[in-house]
């Protein structure tokens, strides 16, 4: 597929439809779909034919896997690391725009909605999940940690909820997303289409999503909130695995499990980083602080390897420098997230 048509952006009926369309790729999101993005909405945000913005994915998969993690690697291995902290650099500034918009923007998160979907995703005004809905911020797994403002919202999830979500990768289901708090609204994946039909009939965007919204049930996460908030609370990662180990229950000794085979410097960088996200104020400087600390760990050899590891070869064995949690400088950390 042609990069041109890599985001289709057109306006109908006075509603700024956006479409990511990769969909071999689950939509994950390049350099020009950030930019393409980013324009079609300065367009729309003084264009006073446009009263609402429609975000949605190219195909069955889902709105979006995340960046193209695949570019970025070969940023680094072509000695072009700049072009990827360009790549970020854009892509949060979008999120702060998308979180400022001045006009409806509902996002629809059906399917799989990861990494940088999220983040053209969960900071809109009204965000819609479906029972098919995988939301998550996988970044441990592959060396980096959660950015596009993710840190901005698993600091303010409930509880210690969002530091599980953030040091495990773990993937929430779309009645976890509304509970806390990265999504709003669920709209069963049937009624989807009629939905979107509505919304670029235009319909103003509140009244019909509440026209096929549906109560989303109990959120899967609140019923191990107990252990995760006794576990997760905890001051430092190594805390959080002693923790784990000494609640002796398999949902505990699984996460702790999971926990061994992430990227040790990510887990530490994620901690810290969600616990300073919680105490500022305004998303753009989290957003600052994630641009620090991605930049931060794009230099180091953790990046490279986990992709390598978990998308190119796929023999999911990561060699992380360095192996353990006990090994990682959290004096260097504390000094890039600041």
């Known amino acids: 597929m042609s990069d041109e048509a890599q985001l289709l952006a057109r306006v109908e009926n006075g509603v700024g439809h956006l479409t990511l369309n990769r969909p071999r790729a689950i939509n994950a999101l390049t350099h020009r779909m950030i930019l393409g993005i980013r324009d079609a909405l300065g367009h729309w945000r003084t264009d006073p034919r446009v009263h ?24 680094v291995l072509a000695e072009r690391p700049n072009d990827t902290r360009d790549f970020w650099r854009d892509e949060y500034t979008l999120c702060a725009v998308i979180a400022n918009y001045p006009k409806p ?145 398999d949902a505990a000794t699984a996460a702790a499990a999971e926990l061994d085979d992430l990227c040790p410097t990510s887990l530490v960088t994620t901690h810290l980083a969600i616990r300073r996200a919680r105490m500022r104020n305004d998303l753009r400087d989290v957003l600052d602080q994630e641009y620090r600390t991605s930049s931060w760990l794009l230099d180091r050899p953790d990046l490279v390897e986990g992709i390598r590891a978990r998308v190119v070869d796929k023999d999911n064995a990561p060699r992380w420098n360095p192996t353990t949690i006990a090994e990682v400088d959290i004096t260097e950390v504390e000094r890039v997230v600041l």
Request: charged letters at 20%; hydrophobic letters at 45%; a negative charge.
């Open 52 to 75: 609402a913005v429609v975000i949605d994915g190219a195909g069955d998969r889902g709105l979006c896997a995340g960046g193209d993690i695949r570019g970025l690697r070969e940023n």
């Open 105 to 249: 923007y509902v996002a629809l998160m059906d399917g799989v909605t990861m990494g940088g979907g999220v983040g053209v995703a969960s900071h809109g005004s009204i965000r819609v999940v479906t029972e098919r809905s995988k939301v998550a911020m996988p970044e441990t797994r592959i060396g980096l940690a959660p950015d596009v403002g993710g840190t901005w919202l698993l600091s303010r999830a409930p509880g210690a909820i969002g530091a599980y979500l953030g040091l495990n990768a773990a993937t929430m289901t779309g009645a976890d997303a509304v509970w806390c708090g990265f999504a709003d609204h669920l709209v069963p994946s049937d009624s989807l289409p009629k939905l979107r039909d509505a919304l670029l009939a235009g319909d103003d965007p509140a009244t019909a999503v509440a026209r096929f919204a549906v109560d989303p049930g109990p959120a899967p996460l609140k019923a191990q909130w107990r252990w995760i908030d006794e576990c997760y609370s905890a001051a430092t990662v190594p805390e959080i695995v002693e923790r784990l180990h000494e609640m002796e229950t």
